[in-house]
């Protein structure tokens, strides 16, 4: 019980402290949107192009928004020394870990919202599946999360989480299938695209609005999930290394 008292606490101060911040908001809000709408006015398409860019506009807005916020988090609290005084904590490092990015799921799962209900504006979503999306963005949200995760725990300053965070995020942007799909890409790139746990992420969500994966389903659920494992595992065994042991 004690554990769960401090799983909640520290969950509700991390609510109260970081987010819904400008920064967070701008980075996983408006950034996105922005860049949409120029995918929107570029394709002069006209309302037709809001369904076949929604998958990728709730991808982006989930993938900046989860890692903005808990990169610079987690590396600021390591810098100032608070983390410290969590480890002291009675709680295991594992339900630590995950009290800390619990926050940043929440925000992430809260982020494609924004484009979902203005698409609904703009464009008829109906035969949308919803079996398939909703736990699309949830994973989607725990793998950005993990990923935002492993790059805090890997270095020192705010400024490097940021740069750290880009090297993967705008790459992602173009190899994982968010505004055109990965078969589009040069035979040469399209296996870095699935070497990134977003690419599966992505095609449910086209699935699930268009209808039609590229991947077998159940494929596309597995491989994402083992991508959450992986660097969760790999973000404890570091925080074991650089700041326990």
Known sequence: MKQWIAFWNILKKDMRAYYLKPPNISWGLVFPVAWAAMFFIKSGRGLESVRTLLPGLMAFSILFGTTSLLSVTITFEKKNRSFERLLLAPISLELLMLSKTSGA??????NPLVPLVLAMFLTDLSGISWVALLPAALLISISSTFLGLFIAVSVSEVFEAQTFSNFFRFPMIFLCGL???????????????????????????????????????????????????????????????????
């Open 105 to 110: 799921i929440l925000f992430g799962m809260a």
């Open 179 to 245: 505004f055109f799909p990965v078969s589009s890409l040069p035979v040469f790139l399209r296996p870095f695209s699935y070497l990134l746990p977003l690419t599966y992420g992505v095609d449910i969500l086209h699935g699930a609005i268009h209808g039609g994966n590229a991947m077998p389903l159940i494929w596309d659920f597995l491989i994402i999930m083992i991508f959450c494992i992986v660097l969760f595992y790999i973000s404890l065994k570091i925080i074991l290394k650089r700041w326990i042991i």
